[in-house]
Structures are given as structure tokens and as C-alpha cells.
């Protein structure tokens, strides 16, 4: 079957290039002797997870507890939520404690209280990070604040619950404006949560462990000491985001989405059938952001003069920036989008690409919502 | 069962509210003697849209192949798509037509007589609309072209197919600054449509149906002659754009997501546990556009004080304007999003609520993208 026998839209997964996207990461990750535990969260395929864990990755992270339990049902077995998981879900907890070595992060002392109680109560225990906020402003506890260490102290001690260590994410190296400030947050997280570490285990608190993972500063942070994990996600297939910011090539793009062009109300103007329900209204982010839902590729070439305007929920407005487009209804795109793991999550089932070869790969993880 | 024993976040229906909504919307269409069809893409579900049929819709309308599929196997026998179907879905349309009543919208010649080929050589029939461009920019042929009759007499006039009229969509109105300039754009749409099938009828054309359809517009045009049907979608639940232009109040929005507190890492910042995953990252319309992806309730009342200020996947950033908010991790809010048509896509089912009781709501077409 060739691509274009698909009912479109579609999502592509150019298998040999997510596989060499997933060699590359883990050599970095290998050459400096990190362990690497790949987020989930881009592909929530448990048959992409698997190349991952095959290649040497030593878990997985999911982003929540449903995400979690479709990886244990396929036999993952080292499951790490970086979520303040709520106790109002400890029932969920409890049952997948039995199938899976299950982590999650903490940042609040009340919320560590409870799991403790819950815990002693079934009469379990759960490994947990606490989670540090390295500039995000996100969740987490804040480094510079004086009662951070007797936070992460007071948690850490707490009856039913392992303390593994401190965990951390630099989403904020999404919104850098330069490859320089890039680069600079992603020494600073180093430095950070390598310090608050050290200064944990001067009040005498084993840290085991120091995880930091997001795929933009990874290319920088993976030159530095200070950490013993690395769980970035969307390396795996990678997007136009990650291009504006540097981390990967218009080549490293593993996830396309097929589109057909369904109507030419005007010569300067087409209408694909790839809506917001496809490629969603994610806005382009980068150094220099770019207008538009994504970059559209013809024959393989991105064609910088048709520009994604404008999205509604079952169509993309495209305007011929020169005036004018040989595209014509019928003829297909194929798009690669702002964000790559918010497009997973809108279809139960992609398409593995390799050569002619055209392969179903279901998304089993997608819309785990709770 | 109580709402607030649900795992979060959750899709809560209010099923009196939405009742509600769909009699009103059936009544204004009934006093002017119009046919309402609703479009399904803001519930994708069945059992919604029985309701609908039952208090006089006289069919439906889908966005995709897909959710008609799902809605014909769900025994529903008139189903219009207002989008330009691909030739390259001919067996899907074929197929379809064998098992209910299947009408699409064609607003390019080359399309229409490859549909014309298709049904020739497939010793079918099937009904279309030629789509007009009122405004919106998106598809449809330019009412106001030199040509534009001519078009429409040519794919009339092709074997096969059954011409049943002109359809319009005025998605302008969703990007109107005013009540005025709204009633402006609802008056221009039912004059431009109505003049076109008199001059369509002045050159020999029968032209059994004019139909409109949106629902910012609906309660002006709603007041003229000159369409015989009307296909609002989103005013089954509204959402907080309907409210900002002026469609819908606050106690009219039938659909609210519950989320969960899961971290209050400041006095003036809580994260709840519905990102752009629950939410999506669509941005506020209406009038005066206000900030955040959505309006937070708490014990049903908005709370204007809560700006949810940033959604990643599977967090929302609420920042407490005032400096300060007593919501704790664990707590429950409920939120009214800036588009409930994108939440139903989203989830596999949602809740729907009745006083006390809290019953599953299947989405069945949701994520039917093809």
C-alpha cells in the first residue's frame, strides 16, 4: 500500500528516521553515562516505547495515570509520572503498584501527607521525586525559597512513601528567544538542581536521583555533570518547534500529517481537509516564530510560499503567498506540524512509514486524559 | 454517583440546560417556518442528536465521512455534510448511500463532474448543495463572480447528480467586533443567498433549498425570509465565545469540564489537571476578547479572579489575580471552555448530569477526522 491509498488526513511516522532519532538521544545519553527514560507523551505508543527501552532506555514516563496503565497492561514494568499525582486517585495507584514499579513527583508538603496516609494505610509504599521549579514556574518547589531542604527533608521522611530524588523540567526552553539563552537555561537547571542535590545531602538526605528532561535544552544539558536521568519525549519524532529552536532539522521530522487539498475557492487560496482537529491550534514557537499550523512539504520539499492562515476544526485555510498555487482538489500534502504530541493524541491510529511499506500503529495511550 | 467522584478532569454535560438550549433553538426555527438541521460536530454523539430529531430537527448534519458513518450506523437516515467530500472517498459516499440519506456540498466544477463520473459509473444518484462564499473566506464560490450562476447551472446540470439548492456558512461572524456588525453579517448572508436563487431561478434553475447555518448569527437571521433551513451546531451546549458574542448566557453553557486542583506551588498560583489535551489551546472570541482559556466556577458561580493563564498538555496555570486564592490540592472547579465543539473531541465520553444523577455520555464520532 502506498501512502497515498490513505483516507486523509492521516498521521505519518517515518519510521527510520524516529528510529534514528531515538539511536541519537540515547547515544548522547549513553556517552554520558545517563540513564535515559523516554516521556511517552509524544507517541503514547507502546510499540515506540519499545524501540526506546530495546535501544537502552531504562523506563518510560507517562504524563498520567491512564497513560500509565496502558503501558503496564503492554508490559512496561518502570513507570515514571513527572505529575503531582492527586490522592484522589489513589485507588488507581494501589492496583498499579501490583503490575509495575510506578514513581511520581510531589511538590507540596499537604499532598505528600496524604499519600503517606494512604499508603500506611493499604499497606504499600511509592517511590516519589520532588519536584523543583527550575524556572517554568510550573509546578514545583521553588530552589531559592529558605524551607525548600526541610520541605524536601519533611517529605522525604514521611512513613510509606521512597524517596528517589529531585526531579525537574525546563519547559521554559520553550519560549527562549536565542540558541545563547537556550543554552543558558539549560546550564542553569544543571547547575540548580546539582546544587539543591548537594545541599540535600549535606542535612544528611540520600538523593539518589537528579532527572531533568525536555527534548530543546537536551543537546546542551547532555554535556554536563550533575544528574543521573534524562526523560525528554518529543526527540522521538520532533516538529517544527523543535526546528525553530534548534534541536533537530526539517530531516529529523518523524510525524507528518497527510492532507488533501479539498477546495480552491481562488487562485491564491486552497482548502486541505487537516483541521484544528488534526494538526490543532498550537501556535508556532522558536528564536523566530513563524507564522502558521505547520510547514507544508510537497514531493518532500517544504513549499515556504503556501502559508497554513488559518485553522478551523476540519480545515486549513492555505494562502499562495505568490499569488497563486499548482495545487489543485485532490492533490495531497503532506504537513509537519507546530507540535508533534498534541497531533498523536488526536487519532487512534497512525501510519508507520518505511519506504513503500505502509503499517498501522495504533496510539493506545491516546486520550488518557485522567 | 456525585460528579465529584469522577476521576478529572471530566466532560460534565448539564442535560437540562442543554434540553433547553436545543428547544429554544427548535422553537425560533419552527416560528418562522425553517427547517433545522442541527451539525452533530459539537456533540458527536447519538443520543444528543436524537434529541434533537425528536423536538423537530428534520435531519443532521456531520462534519466528516467519518462521523456520518457513525451516525447512519447509529440508524440515523438524513445526513448532510456541508464540506467539499473528495472524489477520492467515492466508496466511502457509495457505500453510505445505500444506508441512508447522504447530501454533500461541491463548490468547484472539477470536483462536481468527477462526482458526476463516480455516480455514472456507479448507476447511483446523490444530492448536493453548491456552497457560497458569504463572507467567511474559507470555501464556496464568490457570490458575486460574473460567472458564478453559470458554475452553479453547470453542476446542476451533471448526470448524477441531484442539485438541491445553495448552502452558506457565516464563520465572519465568529470574528465580529459588535451586536451590530454581527446583525449586519446575519442580514448581508440571508439577503446574499436569497438573491442568488432568484437569479439562479430567473435563469431556469429549480433551487428547492437555501441553507444557512451558525449559531452567533442565528438569533437575527432567524427573523428574515428568504432560506428554507438552518444548521447551527454549537448551540446545543454554547461555550464562553458564544457568551462573548452574545448568543448565549453564562447559565445557558451546558458544557463544563471538572478539574482538580493538583498543585499550588505559590499563595497566587494553582495548577488544575486540564491542559490543551481537555481544553485545547483555542483562544477567546467575542466582542471583547477576553483573556485565558476559559472561565473557572466555583459553586457554579465564575470566578473572575482565577485567570487560567497557560495550558501545556496536561496542566492549566491559574494565576490569582487578587494575589491570593483559598483553592487547595483536591479541590474541584468547574470550567466553562472558549469552545466546547473542540472538548467533546477530545474525550471518549463524557458525563452527562441531571441533578444527582451522573450517567456516561459516549462520544461516538469523536476523533473521526477522515
Redesign the interface.
Known amino acids: 500500500m502506498n501512502v497515498y491509498g490513505l ?4 498521521v505519518l511516522i517515518d519510521r527510520p528516521r524516529a528510529l534514528r532519532n531515538i539511536d541519537r538521544m540515547q547515544a548522547a545519553a549513553d556517552a554520558r553515562g545517563v540513564r535515559l527514560r523516554p516521556h511517552t ?1 509524544t507517541h503514547k505508543s507502546p510499540m515506540v516505547a519499545r524501540w526506546q527501552i530495546e535501544r537502552g532506555a531504562i523506563g518510560i514516563c507517562c ?2 495515570l491512564g497513560e500509565a496503565e496502558v503501558f503496564a497492561a503492554s508490559g512496561f514494568d518502570d513507570i515514571r509520572l513527572p ?7 489513589a485507588d ?1 495507584v494501589i492496583a498499579l503498584l501490583d503490575r509495575t514499579r510506578l514513581s511520581f513527583s510531589i ?2 508538603p ?2 505528600a501527607k ?1 499519600w503517606s496516609d494512604v499508603m500506611v494505610r493499604a499497606g504499600k509504599r511509592v517511590e516519589l521525586l520532588v519536584k523543583i ?1 527550575v524556572g517554568f ?6 530552589p531559592d525559597a529558605r524551607d525548600t531542604v526541610a520541605t524536601i527533608r519533611e517529605i522525604a521522611g514521611l512513613p510509606g512513601l521512597d524517596f528517589r530524588g529531585l526531579l525537574s523540567h525546563a ?1 521554559q526552553t520553550y519560549h527562549a528567544h536565542s540558541e545563547d539563552e537556550l543554552r543558558l537555561m539549560a546550564e542553569a537547571e544543571v547547575r540548580t538542581m546539582s546544587d539543591l542535590a548537594a545541599w540535600c545531602r549535606a542535612k544528611g538526605l540520600a538523593v539518589d536521583e537528579i532527572s531533568l528532561g525536555a527534548t530543546p535544552p537536551a543537546r546542551f544539558s547532555l554535556h554536563h555533570e550533575g544528574f543521573t536521568e534524562y526523560r525528554p519525549g518529543n526527540y522521538a519524532y520532533f516538529d517544527r518547534t523543535q526546528v525553530a529552536l534548534g534541536a533537530a532539522t526539517l530531516d529529523d521530522c518523524a510525524l507528518t500529517v497527510l492532507a ?7 487562485a491564491n ?1 486552497i ?1 486541505l ?2 483541521g ?3 494538526l ?4 508556532a514557537r522558536g528564536f523566530t516564530p513563524a507564522p502558521g499550523y505547520g510547514i507544508i512539504l510537497r514531493d518532500g520539499h517544504p513549499d515556504q510560499t503556501l502559508l497554513i492562515e ?1 485553522l ?4 486549513a ?1 492555505v494562502t499562495a503567498t505568490t499569488g497563486t498555487t499548482p495545487l ?3 492533490d495531497c500534502v503532506r504537513i509537519i506540524p507546530n507540535h508533534s ?2 497531533v498523536s ?4 491510529q497512525a501510519w508507520l512509514v518505511d519506504g513503500d511499506s505502509v503499517e498501522p500503529l495504533p496510539i493506545a495511550a491516546r ?1 488518557r ?2
Open positions: 483516507a486523509t488526513p492521516a507523551k504524563a498520567k505529575y503531582p499525582i492527586n490522592p484522589a486517585n488507581r511538590d507540596h499537604v499532598v496524604q521549579d514556574h510550573r509546578c514545583g518547589l521553588d519547559g488533501r487539498v479539498v477546495s480552491k475557492p481562488a487560496r482548502i481537509d487537516s484544528s482537529k488534526t490543532t491550534n498550537d501556535g488559518r478551523s476544526e476540519e480545515h485555510t489543485e482538489p485532490g504530541c498534541v493524541n488526536l487519532v487512534d486520550g486524559i485522567t
